[in-house]
């Protein structure tokens, strides 16, 4: 049964009418007269089809077999059967929906018979053994069967018509899907108006896409019916098995076409995904000579579409063995990911298509791809980052199943007798995965932030899995702190994930505190010192006594002995194993080096998120609300595991509740209550006993400055509002501040003023003023000096109403005393004149003692009276020298004189705030009995006719003009021109004058001059005479005495505030304290001009570049803030920056600086110029300044600015335009760096043909200009030199004709020239000239002065 195949498989469907095929478009019999006669036709042919699949169903395999001696005819497939199919095939686009189904059914049940057929051949295979046995001798047996001929060529033509309905079907599903996609859009925007219809065709639709998916299915079960057929029986269907690769490979090219469509699981599971899965690897399995046109066809696929990826990693594990998926990944190692090729576009997209696939065939196949990691490994150094992202991926997948399989054939192995094999294998596989580790690690710091981030990603997994190795956690972790200062968000956001895992993931204790390990370490390096081994002490101590009698060696060269000594015993112990039968004293020695070890691990651990600090603060002050979220998540962590840096950290991070947005107030809120309210790993959820949450409040406001309070205040605030906080955790609070003693009293009550702050009824009661009039304000107070606990009492009883004057009410009473102990505390009765912590400790107490006096008490003006005239007392009434005082009580009034001064100010606005707020109400209230027709008398009418007469003289408006106008008068003259306090206001200006150095003491100086600045921010005409004063005092301040400079610059603020045109002229003074030494004045100018820029009290002028150098200063707040503040103006809609860019840039090229610093400051400022506009203008203006320049350093300078700039078509046009400004500095080399930078940048954005070739021209005129400009330097250089030259040897002639006169005076003046001859002549050499004549020597001198006489002239 064998010969050539009758039915190759053609190339397309129309070669079927050519030979050897001969088939018509129609059979002769065809009848297409009309529409039913045409359908009638094709039902006549599917009845044909259907008739010969009832005969092949009865009869099998026999229906092909022919008996010997006959000829081998197709009785069954004959030329009328296959006809029919090619009519019906080639139409089936245009047949009847029924006619097609019964179509595609015909063909299905065909392809199922022909399949069942070569399965089960049945009575012709044993037939034909028996003829094979009695022909060859019973040699053979069932795999010598081969089917006929005739069954091949049926065989053949039914799968490819199969193959070409299916082929059809997929192509008008991708067409129908194109066209929906282009006219959903347009369609949505339609009316409604034949919704009716509309829904009667979505019906018709959705039965047709039924019965489309219905025959999609059929199709593809019965070619993968097919294809496993041919796969398991190819024996059968074949001699030898040697495939048809035309009727082989049919099944996958359809299925490359379905998994195209296979884009998610709805369109997979109608595609038929998962059959020409199973089609493709059979076809693999039983056709290893299509293996490469199956690698061929698949990467092609990879290439193309997205979603390829992760079907043909599943196909590879389908694939019995590792050959289709190591044949991939050697295609994938020999692609070409360079830049040179022409289609760059489409190669970067397949590289993206391909580089998943990596990474999905290392989770289900991790063995493959690791034992081919060898081509992969060198895309490593490639350019594509996301090849190198699936590398890195891929190792993750790779470790995570190793150390799995790895522990599993631990516990396997047990017992096992090939124990060297198993060895080798363990130490072989721990060298890999070294390496591997080395290479996640280095990838951490790729040039691609996506590559870095993903090899962070794969390293939490391991750590998230337990498959990261104990010598590699020290490791990683000092790499995830260390990215945490990575440019990139997404970096810095994995890496903070990885710290949170590597604590919740750590192979030590629960806790993490260094101190107990501290503790333990030194603990047992005592123990082991103590029980060194006799060899190794006996060392120890002989190389001590050496150092000891040696007397150059030290201390250090001692305990470098010791730490020798100790690390010896712990080697040798390690050294010794366990088997071997060890003494007591030597397995607890043991025992000790391995807790050692562990703690000193544990330490280190510790230390390395101690020490960085420094970094998660910065996380914390990000711009971007992710790594603030990821900080403070960490932070709540680090907490439930006793890390210090977690109650500091989340103490900084309480400033953030001060944020613009809303989620990170949300976060700090919610990482505040997991740390210090609710249990640890609860989420908030369940809270910890009062006790608990007391305590932990305490320590919180303990050690907090004043900014930190203020967060917390906030926090805690927000808290009470929200009934967060229990009201026990009051109470015991309560209790403490009535116990306690020292500063605990003084945080309790603290706390309980900062609750107070969002509900006062925790301290606005009677009961509850008394305790605190008892806990902070009663004799405890007095007898210890607790200005602590008094600030935190006056801090608290801000939050209390005014008290009304009713001396039956028992709050009034208990307000009244506490009035009383407030007035003397404010009079500082109980201060120590000798102390001066004392009453630096005061100032604190005594203003918030004034603030409560003017919070609580119906005439705070009298109380303040009250209080001066006691000072006043104090001071001058009871000193027996009138003309000496207390330097400290001095302090003391002067700092309450100006306190209270400033709070009149503001009392007075506020009685004028209630006058405006209470005619405002009586207007509101006259209006709403207006218009409800309210009027019962005739008064009531008559009070309503004056006050419309009122209105429309406007009467009101100027009894409310009247009002403001006395409340300035008030403020302008009354307080400090004619009231009390005008009558010190000369004291005070003498003091701080101090014009002969009277006053030396810092505290006194300190409190006069706040007390100046507070008084000159009451009147206009106060402040304006005294300025001149204040700026003299900054400028003649002592240079230790940071405290008052930095009071002044503060003071500068607020008077620039209230008065900013009498500030106007002194505004470059306060710029120059920015270069004051004192870090502390530094930062508080800097703070100050922040806020009075920013607010437009001040504006941006030149002086903007002593700002700009703040950029670099030592001190990281100042240059955080300077940053802080350009990034504000950057968001200006007027483009200050950009206004400022060239003063800045001109005055920073004239000072003195660094060039690494000039640049670092233009590049941060230059980044903020976006709009093309803005580069255009600044690059025309930088060009335009090169002739301005005389140093070629400013030059370069210039030229890196540009460089910076973003690049456009004008730009370059300006560049070409005035190369004659710049020409002559292209010679140096930083100089034409910086514009070659800049062609190279236009390069890569240049699209129009015509900019390309200016672009070329210029980059020719730079190396001219620059070649030509270094000649000319060279031979300007070599010119200098030579005059150099010559100079210094027409110098050395001169030296030598000078000394050549001398000797010819000396000579001429000698009195025995003879003796002189002669003595010469008898020292002379033998081979000496004899001595010339008197004569030539006179000649001599005469051509030597002539000489001398020319290089004069």
């Given at each position: 049964?064998s010969?050539?195949?009758?039915?190759?498989?053609?190339?397309s469907?129309?070669?079927?009418?050519?030979?050897?095929?001969?088939?018509?478009?129609?059979?002769?019999?065809?009848?297409?007269?009309?529409e039913?006669?045409?359908?009638?036709?094709?039902h006549?042919?599917?009845?044909?089809?259907?008739?010969?699949?009832?005969?092949l169903?009865?009869?099998?395999?026999?229906?092909?077999?022919?008996?010997?001696?006959?000829?081998?005819?197709?009785?069954?497939?004959?030329?009328?059967?296959?006809q029919?199919?090619y009519?019906?095939?080639?139409?089936?686009?245009?047949l009847?929906?029924?006619?097609?189904?019964?179509?595609v059914?015909?063909?299905?049940?065909?392809?199922?018979?022909?399949?069942?057929?070569?399965?089960?051949p049945?009575?012709?295979?044993?037939?034909t053994?028996?003829?094979?046995?009695?022909?060859?001798?019973?040699?053979?047996?069932?795999?010598?069967?081969?089917?006929?001929?005739?069954?091949?060529?049926?065989?053949?033509?039914?799968?490819?018509?199969?193959?070409?309905v299916?082929?059809?079907?997929?192509?008008?599903?991708k067409?129908?899907?194109s066209?929906?996609?282009?006219?959903?859009?347009?369609?949505?925007?339609?009316?409604?108006?034949?919704?009716?219809?509309?829904?009667?065709?979505?019906?018709?639709?959705?039965?047709?896409?039924?019965d489309?998916?219905?025959?999609?299915?059929?199709?593809?079960?019965?070619?993968?019916h097919?294809?496993?057929a041919?796969?398991?029986?190819?024996?059968?269907l074949w001699?030898?098995?040697?495939?048809?690769?035309?009727?082989v490979?049919?099944?996958?090219?359809?299925?490359?076409?379905?998994l195209?469509?296979?884009?998610?699981?709805?369109?997979?599971?109608?595609?038929?995904?998962?059959?020409?899965?199973q089609?493709?690897?059979a076809?693999?399995?039983?056709?290893?000579c299509?293996?490469?046109?199956?690698?061929?066809?698949?990467?092609d696929?990879?290439?193309?579409?997205?979603?390829?990826?992760p079907?043909?990693a599943?196909?590879?594990?389908?694939?019995?063995?590792?050959?289709?998926?190591?044949?991939?990944?050697?295609e994938?190692?020999?692609?070409?990911?360079?830049?040179?090729?022409?289609?760059?576009?489409?190669?970067a997209s397949?590289?993206?298509?391909?580089?998943?696939?990596?990474?999905?065939?290392?989770?289900?196949?991790?063995?493959?791809?690791?034992s081919?990691i060898?081509l992969?490994?060198?895309h490593?150094?490639?350019?594509?980052?996301?090849?190198?992202?699936?590398?890195?991926?891929?190792?993750?997948?790779?470790?995570?199943?190793?150390d799995?399989?790895l522990?599993?054939?631990?516990?396997?192995?047990?017992?096992?007798?090939?124990?060297?094999?198993?060895?080798?294998?363990?130490?072989?596989?721990?060298?890999?995965?070294?390496?591997?580790?080395?290479?996640?690690?280095?990838r951490?710091?790729?040039?691609?932030?996506f590559?870095?981030?993903?090899a962070?990603?794969?390293l939490?997994?391991?750590t998230?899995?337990?498959?990261?190795?104990?010598?590699?956690?020290?490791?990683v972790?000092?790499?995830?702190?260390?990215?945490?200062?990575d440019?990139?968000?997404?970096?810095?956001?994995?890496a903070?994930?990885?710290?949170?895992?590597?604590?919740?993931?750590?192979?030590?204790?629960?806790?993490?505190?260094?101190?107990?390990?501290?503790?333990?370490v030194?603990?047992?390096?005592a123990?082991?010192?103590?029980?060194?081994?006799?060899e190794?002490l006996?060392?120890?101590?002989?190389?001590?006594?050496?150092?000891?009698?040696?007397?150059?060696?030290?201390?250090?060269?001692?305990?470098e002995?010791?730490?020798?000594a100790?690390?010896?015993?712990?080697?040798?112990?390690?050294?010794?194993?366990?088997?071997?039968?060890l003494?007591?004293?030597?397995?607890?020695?043991?025992?000790k080096?391995?807790?050692?070890?562990?703690?000193?691990?544990?330490?280190?651990?510790?230390e390395?998120?101690e020490?960085?600090?420094?970094?998660?603060?910065?996380?914390?002050?990000?711009?971007?609300?992710?790594?603030?979220?990821e900080?403070?998540?960490?932070?709540?962590?680090?907490?439930?595991?006793?890390?210090?840096?977690a109650?500091?950290?989340?103490?900084?991070?309480?400033?953030?509740?001060?944020?613009?947005?809303?989620?990170?107030?949300?976060?700090?809120?919610r990482?505040?209550?997991?740390?210090?309210?609710a249990?640890?790993?609860?989420?908030?959820?369940?809270?910890?006993?009062?006790?608990?949450?007391?305590?932990?409040?305490?320590?919180?406001?303990?050690?907090?400055?004043?900014?930190?309070?203020a967060?917390?205040?906030?926090?805690?605030?927000?808290?009470?509002k929200?009934?967060?906080?229990?009201?026990?955790?009051f109470?015991?609070?309560?209790?403490?501040?009535?116990?306690?003693?020292?500063?605990?009293r003084?945080?309790?009550?603290?706390?309980?003023?900062?609750a107070?702050?969002?509900d006062?009824?925790?301290?606005?009661s009677?009961?509850?003023?008394q305790?605190?009039?008892?806990?902070?304000?009663?004799?405890?107070?007095?007898?210890?000096?607790?200005?602590?606990?008094?600030?935190?009492?006056?801090?608290?009883?801000?939050?209390?109403?005014?008290?009304k004057?009713d001396?039956?009410?028992?709050?009034?009473?208990i307000?009244?005393?506490?009035?009383?102990?407030?007035?003397?505390i404010?009079?500082?009765?109980w201060?120590?004149?000798?102390n001066v912590?004392?009453?630096?400790?005061?100032?604190?107490?005594?203003?918030?003692?004034?603030n409560?006096?003017?919070t609580?008490?119906?005439s705070?003006?009298?109380?303040?009276?009250?209080?001066?005239?006691?000072?006043?007392?104090?001071?001058?009434?009871s000193s027996?020298d009138?003309?000496?005082?207390?330097?400290?009580r001095?302090a003391?009034?002067f700092?309450?004189?100006?306190?209270?001064?400033?709070?009149l100010?503001?009392?007075?606005?506020?009685?004028?705030?209630?006058?405006?707020?209470?005619?405002a109400?009586?207007?509101v209230?006259?209006?709403?009995?207006a218009?409800?027709g309210?009027?019962?008398n005739?008064?009531?009418?008559?009070?309503?006719?004056?006050?419309?007469i009122?209105?429309?003289?406007?009467l009101?408006?100027?009894?409310e003009?009247?009002?403001e106008?006395?409340?300035?008068?008030?403020?302008e003259?009354?307080?400090?021109?004619?009231?009390?306090?005008?009558?010190?206001?000369?004291?005070?200006l003498r003091?701080?004058?101090?014009?002969?150095?009277?006053?030396?003491?810092?505290?006194?100086?300190?409190s006069?001059?706040?007390?100046?600045?507070?008084c000159?921010?009451?009147?206009?005409?106060?402040?304006?005479?005294?300025?001149?004063?204040?700026?003299?005092?900054?400028?003649?301040?002592?240079?230790?005495?940071?405290d008052?400079?930095?009071?002044?610059?503060?003071?500068?603020?607020?008077?620039?505030f209230?008065?900013?045109?009498?500030l106007?002229?002194?505004?470059?003074?306060?710029?120059?304290?920015?270069?004051?030494?004192?870090?502390?004045?530094?930062?508080?100018?800097?703070?100050?001009?922040?806020?009075?820029?920013?607010?437009?009290?001040?504006?941006v002028?030149?002086?903007?570049?002593?700002?700009a150098?703040?950029?670099?200063?030592?001190?990281?707040?100042i240059?955080?803030?300077?940053?802080?503040?350009?990034?504000?103006?950057?968001?200006?809609?007027?483009?200050p920056i950009?206004n400022?860019?060239?003063?800045?840039?001109?005055?920073?090229?004239?000072?003195?600086?660094?060039?690494?610093?000039?640049?670092?400051?233009?590049?941060?400022?230059?980044?903020?110029?976006?709009?093309?506009?803005?580069n255009?203008?600044?690059?025309?203006?930088l060009?335009?300044?090169?002739?301005?320049?005389?140093?070629?350093?400013?030059?370069?300078?210039?030229?890196?600015?540009?460089?910076?700039?973003?690049?456009?078509?004008?730009?370059?046009?300006?560049?070409?335009?005035?190369?004659?400004?710049?020409?002559?500095a292209?010679?140096?080399?930083?100089?034409?760096?910086?514009?070659?930078?800049?062609?190279?940048?236009a390069k890569?954005?240049?699209?129009?043909?015509e900019?390309?070739?200016?672009?070329?021209?210029?980059?020719?005129?730079?190396?001219?200009?620059?070649?030509a400009?270094?000649?000319?330097?060279?031979?300007?250089?070599?010119?200098a030199?030579?005059?150099?030259?010559?100079?210094?040897?027409?110098?050395?002639?001169?030296?030598?004709?000078?000394?050549?006169?001398?000797?010819?005076n000396?000579?001429?003046?000698?009195?025995?020239?003879?003796?002189f001859?002669?003595v010469?002549?008898?020292?002379?050499?033998?081979n000496?000239?004899?001595?010339?004549?008197?004569?030539?020597?006179?000649?001599?001198?005469?051509?030597?002065?002539?000489?001398?006489?020319?290089?004069?002239?």
């Amino acid at each position: 049964m064998s010969g050539s195949p009758t039915f190759p498989i053609p190339a397309s469907l129309q070669e079927l009418e050519s030979a050897p095929y001969n088939l018509l478009p129609y059979p002769n019999d065809f009848e297409d007269d009309d529409e039913a006669a045409r359908a009638e036709s094709f039902h006549k042919l599917i009845r044909v089809v259907e008739a010969g699949n009832r005969s092949l169903i009865s009869n099998g395999l026999g229906l092909f077999e022919v008996p010997d001696g006959e000829e081998d005819l197709d009785a069954w497939n004959d030329t009328e059967r296959i006809q029919a199919l090619y009519t019906l095939v080639r139409k089936s686009d245009s047949l009847a929906p029924a006619t097609r189904t019964r179509l595609v059914k015909a063909l299905c049940d065909a392809v199922h018979g022909l399949s069942e057929a070569l399965a089960n051949p049945g009575a012709v295979m044993a037939q034909t053994q028996q003829s094979n046995d009695g022909e060859e001798g019973g040699v053979g047996g069932a795999n010598s069967f081969v089917v006929s001929q005739s069954f091949r060529d049926a065989m053949a033509c039914h799968i490819y018509m199969l193959f070409t309905v299916m082929f059809l079907t997929e192509s008008k599903e991708k067409l129908g899907k194109s066209l929906n996609a282009g006219t959903s859009s347009s369609s949505s925007g339609r009316g409604g108006s034949k919704s009716k219809s509309k829904s009667s065709k979505s019906k018709g639709q959705n039965t047709e896409v039924e019965d489309l998916a219905a025959s999609r299915a059929a199709c593809a079960e019965a070619m993968h019916h097919a294809s496993l057929a041919m796969s398991e029986h190819k024996s059968r269907l074949w001699r030898r098995g040697v495939v048809d690769e035309a009727i082989v490979g049919l099944p996958c090219r359809i299925a490359y076409q379905m998994l195209e469509s296979s884009t998610g699981v709805i369109a997979r599971k109608a595609s038929s995904g998962d059959a020409a899965l199973q089609m493709i690897a059979a076809t693999v399995d039983s056709a290893p000579c299509l293996l490469n046109t199956v690698v061929a066809a698949l990467v092609d696929l990879l290439h193309t579409y997205d979603h390829i990826a992760p079907l043909v990693a599943e196909l590879c594990c389908i694939v019995n063995g590792q050959v289709l998926a190591t044949e991939l990944l050697r295609e994938i190692g020999r692609l070409d990911t360079t830049e040179g090729s022409n289609d760059t576009g489409n190669k970067a997209s397949g590289i993206k298509n391909i580089a998943p696939f990596i990474s999905e065939l290392a989770a289900v196949r991790p063995r493959v791809v690791l034992s081919n990691i060898s081509l992969l490994l060198p895309h490593l150094d490639s350019e594509p980052y996301i090849m190198r992202s699936a590398i890195v991926n891929s190792i993750g997948h790779i470790l995570v199943r190793e150390d799995q399989t790895l522990m599993e054939n631990k516990d396997d192995e047990e017992g096992s007798d090939e124990e060297s094999k198993d060895e080798r294998h363990v130490v072989n596989m721990a060298k890999t995965r070294t390496s591997l580790f080395d290479i996640l690690c280095d990838r951490t710091c790729d040039i691609t932030s996506f590559t870095r981030g993903a090899a962070l990603k794969v390293l939490n997994d391991l750590t998230e899995k337990q498959s990261l190795p104990l010598d590699r956690i020290m490791p990683v972790t000092a790499i995830a702190i260390d990215r945490l200062q990575d440019k990139a968000v997404m970096v810095r956001r994995y890496a903070m994930q990885l710290l949170t895992s590597l604590l919740e993931n750590n192979p030590f204790m629960g806790m993490l505190n260094p101190e107990p390990y501290r503790e333990k370490v030194r603990e047992l390096e005592a123990y082991l010192k103590c029980n060194i081994p006799e060899e190794i002490l006996k060392a120890r101590d002989t190389a001590l006594e050496e150092a000891k009698n040696d007397e150059s060696q030290g201390e250090r060269e001692l305990h470098e002995i010791e730490s020798a000594a100790l690390a010896a015993a712990i080697a040798d112990a390690e050294a010794k194993k366990e088997e071997e039968a060890l003494s007591e004293a030597e397995s607890t020695f043991l025992a000790k080096v391995r807790a050692l070890k562990f703690a000193s691990q544990a330490l280190a651990f510790t230390e390395l998120f101690e020490n960085s600090n420094a970094s998660f603060r910065t996380m914390l002050m990000s711009s971007n609300s992710s790594d603030v979220t990821e900080a403070l998540r960490f932070f709540v962590r680090a907490k439930h595991f006793g890390l210090p840096c977690a109650v500091t950290g989340t103490k900084k991070a309480l400033a953030l509740m001060w944020s613009n947005e809303t989620n990170i107030q949300e976060e700090v809120l919610r990482a505040f209550i997991e740390v210090f309210v609710a249990e640890p790993g609860t989420e908030g959820k369940e809270l910890l006993p009062e006790n608990q949450i007391a305590q932990n409040l305490l320590d919180l406001v303990r050690e907090a400055n004043v900014s930190e309070l203020a967060s917390i205040e906030e926090a805690l605030g927000r808290l009470v509002k929200k009934e967060i906080i229990p009201p026990d955790v009051f109470s015991v609070l309560w209790a403490i501040a009535s116990q306690a003693r020292g500063e605990l009293r003084a945080s309790a009550v603290l706390v309980i003023s900062m609750a107070a702050s969002a509900d006062p009824n925790i301290v606005d009661s009677a009961y509850r003023l008394q305790n605190l009039y008892d806990a902070g304000l009663g004799d405890h107070i007095e007898e210890n000096h607790d200005w602590k606990t008094a600030r935190s009492a006056a801090c608290a009883l801000q939050r209390v109403a005014r008290a009304k004057v009713d001396p039956s009410s028992a709050k009034y009473i208990i307000l009244d005393l506490i009035s009383e102990r407030l007035v003397a505390i404010a009079r500082g009765d109980w201060c120590d004149d000798a102390n001066v912590d004392d009453t630096n400790a005061w100032f604190c107490a005594a203003e918030q003692s004034i603030n409560a006096i003017f919070t609580i008490c119906p005439s705070p003006e009298k109380v303040s009276m009250e209080i001066l005239l006691g000072h006043q007392q104090v001071i001058f009434g009871s000193s027996d020298d009138s003309s000496t005082a207390s330097t400290l009580r001095l302090a003391r009034f002067f700092f309450v004189l100006g306190h209270i001064a400033l709070k009149l100010l503001m009392y007075t606005e506020v009685l004028s705030s209630s006058v405006r707020r209470a005619n405002a109400a009586k207007t509101v209230k006259k209006q709403e009995s207006a218009s409800t027709g309210a009027t019962e008398n005739s008064e009531s009418k008559e009070d309503e006719g004056d006050d419309a007469i009122e209105a429309e003289l406007g009467l009101a408006a100027q009894a409310e003009a009247e009002t403001e106008r006395k409340v300035a008068e008030i403020s302008e003259n009354e307080i400090v021109g004619r009231g009390i306090i005008s009558l010190f206001t000369p004291m005070l200006l003498r003091v701080v004058a101090n014009e002969n150095g009277t006053y030396s003491s810092p505290v006194l100086m300190q409190s006069a001059t706040l007390a100046l600045c507070k008084c000159m921010c009451i009147s206009k005409s106060f402040c304006e005479k005294h300025l001149s004063l204040l700026f003299s005092v900054l400028a003649k301040a002592p240079n230790d005495d940071q405290d008052l400079r930095a009071n002044i610059v503060v003071a500068l603020g607020d008077l620039a505030f209230r008065f900013p045109n009498e500030l106007e002229p002194y505004t470059p003074k306060i710029y120059a304290c920015l270069r004051d030494k004192s870090i502390r004045v530094r930062r508080h100018t800097l703070m100050v001009l922040t806020h009075l820029i920013l607010n437009d009290m001040v504006k941006v002028k030149g002086q903007v570049c002593e700002i700009a150098l703040c950029l670099q200063d030592n001190e990281s707040t100042i240059r955080d803030m300077a940053r802080l503040l350009f990034h504000e103006l950057s968001k200006r809609t007027n483009s200050p920056i950009y206004n400022l860019l060239p003063d800045i840039v001109s005055q920073l090229s004239q000072l003195d600086l660094k060039q690494e610093v000039f640049r670092e400051i233009m590049q941060f400022l230059l980044s903020f110029i976006k709009k093309d506009r803005q580069n255009e203008m600044l690059l025309e203006k930088l060009v335009l300044r090169f002739p301005k320049c005389t140093t070629i350093n400013q030059k370069a300078d210039l030229a890196y600015c540009i460089a910076q700039l973003k690049v456009n078509e004008k730009g370059i046009k300006c560049l070409n335009d005035n190369f004659k400004l710049y020409k002559d500095a292209l010679f140096d080399e930083d100089v034409l760096k910086n514009f070659m930078s800049f062609i190279a940048k236009a390069k890569k954005n240049a699209t129009k043909p015509e900019t390309k070739q200016t672009l070329q021209e210029l980059e020719e005129k730079f190396t001219e200009c620059a070649a030509a400009g270094m000649e000319n330097v060279n031979a300007s250089k070599k010119a200098a030199r030579a005059k150099k030259r010559a100079a210094r040897r027409v110098a050395r002639k001169k030296v030598e004709w000078d000394e050549s006169e001398e000797e010819e005076n000396a000579e001429a003046s000698d009195p025995e020239p003879e003796d002189f001859e002669e003595v010469d002549e008898e020292n002379r050499p033998a081979n000496a000239q004899p001595v010339k004549s008197e004569r030539s020597s006179t000649t001599k001198r005469r051509s030597g002065r002539s000489r001398s006489a020319a290089l004069t002239a």
